[in-house]
């Protein structure tokens, strides 16, 4: 009986060195879950950083996760929490944030800050993006920042790039949208935009009058350069044909004889003429003597 009780009792603490064995075994291994990347801690020691995967770490080991993913963090400037500009007019935006935790400094975070979950909260991450955005707007006015936007978000997101804790995270990219302003001065924008586009189409309806006006003047010119022309060309015509009757009155007066003159008379009483017809010698020493009908009638 003493012989089976002895086996028993080996065979007991056989199977409980197993049972603590195996135990040890499974409470030695830790795992990191992927795209992660975990802190050994070893009461209190930082002992290392572990891959994702699961590996032996031994008693008393404590493995901390990080994710390694990338991170969204979206925030609202609006209400009590928007910017103001150089004159203390509210501003307000939608900023949104891609950012990474640096994988080679996770071990630095545990020591300094924590654990994952404390990391955005410690650093102050969102309000390093508030402050951002307002250092810039705090130098232009609304109009300034409505006008230049673009320059608005390069230089807002140089400052939230600058301040933002690059020992632990990387930046992926930041976008700010939805810039908008208090509605007493979206109210004088949309009077000034209709200001500027009741002036352009008075602009527009000046020069199309000012066109009209030209085009009456040119007409008018044109009408008138024409009238000239036309006028020139009919005195141009009378003096042409006054020059050539006068020489051609020169020339027959050099050609004219008694006989052409008689010859003239003959023909006007031949075709009735209003002439006299008596006729006066040369020099006026003739009697006024009537040209005798036969004379007309042959010639007729």
Do not use: C
């Amino acid at each position: 009986m003493k012989n089976k009780a002895q086996t028993g009792a080996a065979i007991s603490v056989i199977v409980i060195l197993m049972i603590v064995g195996l135990f040890i075994a499974i409470v030695g291994f830790d795992s990191v879950d992927a795209s992660h990347k975990g802190v050994k801690v070893r009461l209190g020691k930082i002992t290392g950083t572990m891959e994702p995967g699961m590996e032996w770490t031994g008693l008393l080991t404590d493995v901390h996760q990080y994710d390694l993913r990338v991170r969204k963090m979206s925030v609202n400037m609006e209400g009590n929490q928007g910017a103001v500009d150089k004159d203390g007019q509210s501003v307000f935006a939608t900023i949104e944030v891609n950012y990474k935790l640096n994988p080679l400094n996770v071990d630095k975070a545990y020591a300094e800050i924590g654990t994952d979950e404390y990391l955005a909260d410690t650093l102050r991450l969102e309000g390093i993006v508030k402050e951002g955005f307002k250092t810039v707007t705090s130098q232009y006015t609304s109009l300034e920042i409505f006008q230049k936007r673009q320059e608005v978000k390069d230089k807002a997101i140089k400052q939230i790039q600058s301040r933002f804790p690059q020992t632990f995270f990387n930046i992926e990219n930041v976008i700010i949208s939805n810039i908008d302003f208090n509605p007493a001065f979206k109210q004088a924008i949309e009077q000034k935009k209709v200001a500027e586009e009741t002036a352009k189409a008075k602009e527009q309806e000046v020069l199309v009058n000012k066109f009209e006006a030209d085009k009456q003047i040119e007409t008018a010119r044109g009408e008138a350069e024409s009238k000239k022309l036309q006028a020139e060309a009919e005195a141009y015509l009378i003096t042409v044909k006054a020059s050539a009757e006068a020489e051609a009155l020169r020339l027959k007066s050099q050609e004219l004889t008694p006989l052409m003159v008689q010859n003239n008379w003959i023909d006007a009483w031949a075709t009735g003429a209003n002439v006299p017809m008596y006729v006066a010698g040369e020099g006026g020493n003739n009697f006024l003597m009537e040209m005798p009908s036969q004379v007309v009638g042959e010639a007729k």
